[in-house]
């Protein structure tokens, strides 16, 4: 996923809000694994809907900034 996206976006850096200029590789590879935990969030739950639950609890872990 990280080669679609570089391709993509044929870009020698991409600049974020703050200023910083991240070489397009750096950032493919860190949007990557946010863009899947995305789409399992979404998956999980469009299934809890599926069954009936309600509600559900969203927390990090301990070790999450």
């Known amino acids: 996923m990280a080669d679609q996206l ?5 870009l020698d850096r991409v600049v974020y809000r703050n200023g910083t200029r991240m070489p ?3 950032w493919a590879e860190a949007a990557t694994p946010a863009r ?5 969030n979404a998956g ?3 299934v809890a809907r599926e069954h ?5 609890e969203v927390f990090d872990g301990y070790d999450c900034g």
């Open 36 to 40: 899947t935990a995305v789409a399992y």
């Open 52 to 56: 009936g639950v309600q509600l559900v």
């Open 24 to 26: 397009v590789r750096a």
């Open 6 to 10: 570089a391709g993509a976006h044929p």
């Open 44 to 46: 999980t739950l469009a």
